[in-house]
């Protein structure tokens, strides 16, 4: 009991104390940028920051990832990992759109690849949304379930959940692109006048920000990372728990694969591919522990601004994909190992 006691007054502390890590991330954020800016002038004689529509991209870029990002966060803060986020995606990207399709446009059929539907019909849009975030949530329960009660490594059950909701995004239309959404359904991608994946990210991530720092959610997510024994020793529902931790996760990858197929107004297969690895780089980048118990959706949110200047300030610079993958692959390994060595300074202090 002492232990769960100790526990929850380290919790109490962190969140008394400034917000270190996020000025860090910070800072990092503001010092990237400037060198970019520097870099600009000096190559090229152009401003890297002040172009509306370089800015404009930046946000756009990260916003989708982001929403999923939000999620992995959350299952990152209770000590565990998600590496379905992407495949989740997917299949709800065409599970979704094939509910969202309009119906006969200029003689044209363009839902033959979808076996229940003709296209004579246009659904409510609350239709594929519903479907959408049931799909989500689903996955993420069935993550949660095998986590929590067979006990199997969070690794290794959403890895498997990568392959089989991937297997699920290619048997659904077997391979066939879904195209021509309802007008309805395309504002999720391009409504508020292309704002909309931004403005979702946002409230997200500003909802579950609250939601972890002044609810009972955020104070067992927390525990639960920091000690899982002394948690459930203090009373908390460790299972119950991560079920929905993973849950939310699920339907966030949901909802981002509503925003990325409205606003490309078609869903593919492959659409996702490599999505969870983006987002877990955004929390580490933006601070978040992976051993889990510390960080937070603001962390995240300046991980992936982060992100997406990284990768906008290689094109500027005309550097090639390539170098740029290898570049990403150096960031997060670093940001992995400055989580380390906080860890390890605070176990010698």
């Not at 919790?11 to 060198?35: C, D, F, H, K």
Request: glycine content about 12%.
């Amino acid at each position: 009991m002492s232990e769960a006691i100790s526990t929850g007054g380290a919790l109490e502390r962190q969140a008394r104390r400034p917000r270190a890590a996020e000025w860090n991330v910070l800072m990092a954020l503001v010092g990237i940028t400037a060198i970019f800016e520097v870099l600009g002038w000096i190559l090229y004689g152009q401003s890297f920051v002040w172009n509306a529509q370089r800015l404009y991209i930046i946000i756009l870029q990260v916003s989708i990832v982001g929403i999923i990002a939000v999620g992995v966060t959350q299952v990152i803060l209770t000590g565990g990992i998600d590496l379905s986020s992407g495949s989740i995606v997917g299949a709800t990207a065409m599970i979704a759109m094939s509910f969202a399709q309009a119906g006969m446009r200029n003689g044209q059929d363009f839902t033959q690849a979808v076996f229940w539907n003709q296209g004579w019909v246009d659904l409510p849009v609350i239709v594929p949304l519903v479907v959408a975030l049931a799909c989500g949530l689903l996955a993420g329960v069935v993550n949660g379930a095998l986590i929590a009660y067979t006990k199997i490594p969070p690794f290794i059950a959403t890895l498997g959940m990568m392959v089989s909701a991937r297997g699920v995004a290619n048997w659904w239309t077997k391979g066939q692109p879904v195209s021509n959404p309802t007008e309805a359904y395309t504002f999720f991608g391009n409504g508020l006048s292309g704002y909309m994946p931004v403005v979702t990210f946002l409230v997200l991530a500003a909802l579950f920000q609250l939601a972890l720092t002044y609810t009972k959610y955020g104070k067992h997510t927390y525990a639960i990372g920091s000690n899982a024994e002394a948690a459930r020793i203090s009373g908390i529902n460790v299972e119950r728990h991560l079920v929905l931790v993973y849950a939310i996760a699920g339907v966030l990858a949901a909802i981002a694969a509503v925003v990325v197929t409205s606003k490309n107004l078609t869903a593919q297969a492959s659409m996702g591919v490599m999505y969870e690895l983006d987002a877990i780089a955004m929390a580490v980048i933006g601070g978040i522990s992976l051993s889990g118990g510390r960080g937070s959706i603001i962390g995240t949110v300046l991980g992936a601004l982060i992100f997406g200047v990284i990768i906008s300030g290689f094109t500027f610079l005309k550097i090639d994909a390539f170098y740029q993958q290898m570049i990403k692959g150096v960031i997060i390994v670093g940001a992995v190992i400055l989580d380390q060595a906080r860890q390890r300074k605070r176990g010698r202090g």
